[in-house]
Every structure is written in C-alpha cells, then in structure tokens.
C-alpha cells in the first residue's frame, strides 16, 4: 500500500492549479501537484486571445475600472453569476497582471502616439498617451465595454503557464505528472486526498492531505466537436460527484465558441474578431451587423455562435465535406498586423488548412463553424473555493462552479479566473491547510485504497459483446446531436435515456488487454463511465431547466425566466448505484444583488420574462445611493453589497491618469 502524505494536494497542474500551489508554498506549506500530463503541456498554454483586466493603460480602455469590468461579467453571465464573487475577482484582476509581469510575462506594450486598427471592418487611428508609453496593452475580445484584454501577442496561455510553471519550482512545489486522480478518499463529511493511478505503470497510490484542491479544468471532451484537448474529460469533476457528498453547479451551462477552424476544431482565438476581423457567409456576405447592429460580431459568445447557426439554417452556409460553415476573414488586418499579433492563427490555418489568412480576400478566408468550448459549470464552491458540503476539498479554474460566468463566460475572463482563483482561493485553502489536522484513519485510507483496486481489477473481468470506444463515441454524437447550441425537449428526453442506457452498458464490455498498467483501453474502461455521468448531469440539467438563459438556449422555451429560473442547478450522485443524478436548486436572492437583472445589451429584448424583485431591488439602490450623498465609488460598492477578500487582494488598484480613484 503506496501512501504519501503532504499538507497540501492539488490535483491539476493548470493556471489554477500551479498558482494555489505558489500561495500554499508562500505559507511554508508542502505541496504536492498531480497533473495527467508535464504542467506545462495543460491545456492552459492553448489560450490565445487574452486575459482580462481593467488595467485602463490603452487609450480604448481610458475610464475602465472594477465597476465596468463587474457589469460585463454579470451581463456576460446573464445574471446566473455569484456578483460576490465577480467582485472579488475584478478586484484582484489587475493585481493578477501585475504580478505576472514582475514575474516576466511577457505582456504587449504600449507605443506612445498614433497607431493603426481596424473597427467595424475600417481602418482606424488612434492615438496612444505618452503617459501611457511602455505598458501593458489591451485588445477587443470578449465583447466588453472597454478593451481590458491583455495578451502576449496571440500566446497568451503559453507564456502566462510558463511563467507560473517556473515560479512553482523555484518555491520547491513538488510535481507527480502522469498521476492521475480516479476517487477521492474521504471520512465523516471530510477530505482527506486522493487515489491517483499512475498513468505509465498503473499503480495506485493514496495521496494523502490536510486539504485537497481540484483544478482539473472543463468536461468539454463529452462533446464531439472541442476546441479542448483531449485531456479535458473532466475526470477530476467526475471524482467529486462520486463522493456522493461534493455538488456541481449548473453543469448545463456549456459554451460554445463561434471560430474553431473545420474541421480540426483547432480554435481561432476570438482575438481575430477583437483586432477587426469579421464572419462571412457564402455569398462573402458580412452578415454580423444585420443581426446584432450594436455589438456586431463583438456580442458575447453565446449570441454569435447563435447567430451564425441560424444564418446557416437560412441556407447561407458554405458547403464542405465536413457539413456547412461559414468564413472568418482576418486578411483585410494586413499581412504585418497578422504576423505580429496573429501568428499563432496563421500558422494553425496554414499548417492545419493550408489557409494563409494573410492572404487578401477569398483566398485568406478560413472556414469556422461553433464547437464545444467551455465548461461553466463544474464543482459548487462557497465564494471561499471550498465545496458546499465537503469539506477540505477546494476546487478553483475550470472545474469549478465558483460562480463567475453564471450562462456565459466572458472570452479573457477565464485564464483570468484560473489565476486569481489560484491567488484568492489558493489563499483560503493554504490557511484551511495550515489551520487543519487531519485525522483520517489508516484503515479508511486502505479501504479506498482497495475498493480502486477491486473496481479496476473487476472492469477486466468484464466479459461483454461492447466495445468502450463505441460507448465514448457514441456518448460524444448524442451531446453533439441534442445537447447543443439549440436544445429542445424531445431531443433532451431522448438524448438522457440513451445516456443512461449507454452508462448501464459500460458494465458490458470486454476489455481486450488484460495488463493493469499503460492499457489505453483500461483508462477508457474506468473514465467513459465517469464522462457519462456528466453527460447526464449536463442533459439532465438541459432538459429539466425550461427557459433561455446564456448559453442554454431552449427552442420550446425561448425566454429567460426570472420569475422561475433564477436559480442555479445542483447535482448529486446519492448512491454509486444510480444510473441518473439527482437534481436540486440554489436560488440566487436578488435582494442581495448589486446589479440587478435586466436587458444584456445584446441578443433578443423582448425575450426576458422580470422578475418584479428587480425592480424593487433597482429602487432600494436608488434609495442607497440618494441616503449615502457624494460619495467616492469604493464607498458606495460596499455599501451595495459587501464581500470579503484577503486582506492585500482587496487593496486599490493605481491606473495610469487617475491614480486610485
Ligand atoms: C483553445 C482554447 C483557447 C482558449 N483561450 C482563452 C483565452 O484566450 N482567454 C481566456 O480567458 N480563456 C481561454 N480559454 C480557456 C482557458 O484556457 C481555460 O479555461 C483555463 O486555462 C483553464 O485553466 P485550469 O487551470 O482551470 O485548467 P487546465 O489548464 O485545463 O489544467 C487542468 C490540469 O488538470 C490536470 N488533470 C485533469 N484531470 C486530472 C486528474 N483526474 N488527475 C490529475 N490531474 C488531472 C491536467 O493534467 C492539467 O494539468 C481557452 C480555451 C481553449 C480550449
């Protein structure tokens, strides 16, 4: 029996996980990082386009701050966001960038004067403040209001996980790559670790900790069509919902990105859109403005991924052999912008496509069609990281449900969230670390032990005429089919019975290689089981939810619904015997709302079903604002809603003109 103990475990060696692993080192902690794969290959590195931040440096962000950074992320969400937690993440954000830059990211700049771009599909010029020269820069994306998304030219993710990578070294953080965790051990209602399989060999090992953090990053591989690698299976989500106790939050809230290229899936960052370029249809038709005339093709993710299906139901798709698309042209950028800023675009498109997006017109045009993207939902945490009913285990990044996106994450908003998750929730979970002595009993850690090694051990006594492969894929065609961007309730019915019925089948297969370690046949074995019961979650929660909100669009239920559906979806595994989860909800108290719901500025208006509360809710603001007089902004938001913060995050944030105002 392989026991290894530490005072701190994260499972995860993403943004998320590396950066709580730098705050549970900071307080002298041991730390130990599982990852599936070298830290520095997590699907982190693929993020292109940006991460946001109300720095306010660019002369397009001038008047940018916490408060406008906070109305886009909740518009963003569609009002299905914690606005605590969106506060506490615009607070931190910029300390965030800063700190990455002293730890040599290297960020664009600023020039000072004028400068090129192009908006609304013409060439423009603006001038850069001197004051302005040398620091960080910011680009469009995300459809925000002012332009906060900051990057290093179009490898964002790359250089930010390298950076955060070397800085965990250097503070001695202890990494154990091809681990990867299958169950999670716990006693009377606490965590105590993890079962980790090691990925080469197949031994099991018991990692063993005051506190565990999950942040192993989205589900989107339940999808056939994602821009996620292939490592994003969601296994790490899967393991808490098996403990029967852990909760996931709105695992229906599903992104979908409007530019992967077809048919690799490979994404085109939404940088390509920010820096000016924009979708063609068939006809070479510009088509963006005709349905969102304000935001064009700058609207939040969720609408223009609609759009562009509903214009391809309008027959305005190009044909191929891989199903309709439509086209995004970057050319009309120039050959100069696209090779310093887009470089990594061009050479996915040539590489992938034969495509030089460079290229002026037609023949620069690259063929995208919306695919699965991102993973709102995921582990229900408290604002604090900790789960809402185990507890020592945290989760923070993609595999949480924190809840920072509520329907729709903001592009940028979410390796930004991964690394102040990993400050703020890395914080809370080192002092629950230090604070915490674990009392988990030896025979408990070797029943867990055991009961991996039974299961895995029964799986290749299976002796069925199925084939796991064809569960996965099949499983990957359904949520492609019926639980996608447009969703209706006979689909959802059909799509969760058959998702059932493919989970009873796992059971019903022979594996064919019988050796227990580096069986690739074996991983799929023990995980399709474990990706099926998200599927489940995620259909289940689709099927059950009756309205539109975000990215879940219902076609027999076209209208968000306040009234009824202001709340978030909770599920539960109760029994390791259930073939279906168990479904509650939250509801989100707008009394306690900084920001009440109303109309995005953007998508359908007359699509929103109020709840009266709102209005009752914008007049107690009113009243607020009219008792507290002048007073300065901080004063206000406090007075509003207050949250809470570690003490250094929760400092003012210096921008350039205004200082600290
Ligand atoms: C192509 C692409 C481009 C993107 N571009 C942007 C962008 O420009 N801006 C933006 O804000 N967001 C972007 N995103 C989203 C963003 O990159 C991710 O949400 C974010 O990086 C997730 O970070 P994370 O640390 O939560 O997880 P990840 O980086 O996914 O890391 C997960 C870690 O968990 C490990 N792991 C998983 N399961 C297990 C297990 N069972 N046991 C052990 N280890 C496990 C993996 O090995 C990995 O180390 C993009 C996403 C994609 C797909």
Redesign the pocket.
């Known amino acids: 029996m392989k026991i290894i103990y530490t005072d701190a475990l994260i ?7 590396l950066r709580s692993a730098i705050a549970a080192r900071d307080k002298g902690l041991d730390t130990i990082v ?4 070298p ?1 520095k290959r ?3 590195a ?6 946001q931040a109300s720095l306010a440096n660019s002369v397009m962000g001038e008047g940018d701050n916490e408060d406008v950074h906070f109305s886009d992320t909740v518009k963003g969400s569609d009002w299905g966001c914690d606005q605590e937690v969106a506060r506490m993440f615009v607070t931190t954000a910029p300390k965030a960038i800063r700190e990455l830059a002293a730890w040599g990211v290297p960020w664009n700049r600023i020039g000072k004067g004028d400068r090129t771009i192009v908006m609304n599909g013409k060439k423009e010029t603006i001038t850069e403040r001197a004051e302005a020269h040398g620091l960080i820069n910011a680009r469009d994306f995300g459809g925000t209001k002012k332009w906060r998304t900051c990057y290093t030219s179009d490898a ?2 790359h250089t930010m996980l390298y950076t955060i990578a070397n800085e965990a070294l250097k503070r001695d953080v202890v990494i154990h790559d091809k ?3 299958i169950s999670i051990i716990h006693e009377n209602g606490i965590c105590a670790g993890v079962v ?1 399989r090691d990925l080469i060999n197949g031994e099991l090992i018991a990692y063993i900790a005051r506190g565990t953090m999950m ?4 589900y989107g591989r339940i999808y056939k069509q994602s ?2 690698a292939i ?2 299976k969601g ?2 989500i899967a393991i808490a919902l098996e403990t029967g106790i852990a909760t996931l939050g709105n695992m229906e809230a599903v992104q979908f990105h409007p530019t992967p290229i077809v048919p690799s899936g490979i ?1 085109l ?1 939404e940088g390509c859109r920010g820096d000016g370029g924009v979708l063609r249809d068939k006809d070479g038709h510009r088509f963006m403005p005709d349905y969102e005339p304000e935001k064009k093709e700058l609207a939040s993710r969720d609408v223009v991924s609609r759009r562009m299906m509903e214009h391809i139901r309008k027959g305005k798709g190009v044909s191929s052999p891989y199903g309709d698309h439509l086209w995004l042209d970057i050319s009309i950028l120039g050959r100069e912008h696209i090779e310093k800023n887009l470089h990594d675009v061009q050479d996915i498109s040539i590489t992938f496509n034969g495509i030089d997006p460079a290229d002026e017109g037609e023949k620069g045009w690259m063929p995208v069609l919306p695919m699965q ?2 993973s709102m939902g995921g582990i229900r945490t408290k604002p604090t990281g900790e789960s809402t009913t185990l507890k020592g285990l945290f989760c923070a ?3 949480s449900c924190w809840d920072l996106h509520g329907f729709n994450r903001l ?6 969230e ?1 690394v102040v998750a990993g400050m703020i929730v890395g914080e809370y979970f080192a002092t629950y670390c230090q604070k915490t002595h674990l009392k988990t009993n030896t025979l408990t850690i070797q029943k867990h032990l055991e009961a991996q090694t039974d299961y895995l051990k029964e799986i290749l006594t299976y002796d069925g005429d199925k084939n796991i492969f064809d569960i996965k894929d099949r499983m990957r065609d359904i949520m492609q089919d019926k639980v996608s961007i447009f969703r209706n309730g006979k689909d959802l019915e059909d799509a969760v019975a058959e998702l059932e019925s493919l989970l009873k089948m796992t059971k019903e297969i022979t594996v064919t290689s019988k050796t227990i370690g580096n069986n690739p046949e074996l991983n799929e074995a023990y995980r399709v089981p474990k990706m099926l019961k998200l599927a489940l979650c995620v259909a289940k929660g689709a099927l059950e939810r009756k309205e539109s909100r975000g990215a879940h669009y219902r076609e027999d239920y076209t209208k968000r619904d306040d009234v009824n559906w202001l709340k978030r979806t909770i599920a539960t595994w109760t029994n390791p015997e259930d073939t279906m989860p168990t479904l509650s909800y939250e509801e989100i108290d707008i009394s306690k709302m900084e920001m009440p719901p109303a109309f995005r500025g953007y998508g359908r208006k007359d699509s929103i079903v109020l709840n009266p509360l709102s209005e009752q809710r914008v007049q107690e603001i009113e009243k607020i604002k009219e008792t507290l007089g002048k007073v300065d902004r901080f004063r206000l938001q406090e007075a509003l809603m207050g949250f809470e913060l570690p003490r250094d995050y929760k400092r003012k944030n210096e921008r350039v003109g205004v200082g600290y105002a």
């Open positions: 499972v995860g060696g993403g943004l998320a996980g599982l990852s599936m794969v830290v997590s699907h982190s693929a993020a292109q386009g940006g991460m964002t993710g681990k990867e965790a980790a942040a192993t990053g989205g821009t996620n490592i994003c296994i790490g994404l960052t993207h991102y990044g993609e595999a592009g940028g908003n979410s390796v930004s991964a």
